[in-house]
Nanobody
Framework: QVQPVESGGGLVQPGGSLRLSCVAS????????MGWYRQAPGRERELVAE???????TYADSVKGRFTISRDNAKNTVYLQMNSLKPEDTAVYYC?????????WGQGTQVTVSS
């Protein structure tokens, strides 16, 4: 059983920063990819960033240069540092853990970028 638990999120002005955290149960041997998706109202859920066990990262083009994903394998924790936030980044952000041939989702945390 893998259970992601998220923290972070909130209201921030354009140009500001937020840091999201997600800790997951399970051993490092069972967890493959950890990452972040987001979903805005009326839009499909989209990949933001992900990192595999070896540390290889993937970013959506829209966040490259602004967001940074990091991972602490010993703590089964993944982070998303979000800088230079834009109104179009407003969405519910979900942590995803790929393990045991399944995807496990966090509860979601609201990120609102507004002036």
């Amino acid at each position: 059983q893998v259970q992601p638990v998220e923290s972070g999120g909130g209201l921030v002005q354009p140009g500001g920063s937020l840091r999201l955290s997600c800790v997951a149960s399970g051993t490092i041997g069972s967890i493959n990819i950890m990452g972040w998706y987001r979903q805005a109202p009326g839009r499909e859920r989209e990949l933001v960033a992900e990192m595999n066990t070896a540390g290889r990262t993937t970013y959506a083009d829209s966040v490259k240069g602004r967001f940074t994903i990091s991972r602490d394998n010993a703590k089964n924790t993944v982070y998303l540092q979000m800088n230079s936030l834009k109104p179009e980044d407003t969405a519910v952000y979900y942590c995803i853990v790929n393990a045991l041939r399944n995807n496990y989702w966090g509860q979601g945390t609201q990120v609102t970028v507004s002036s």
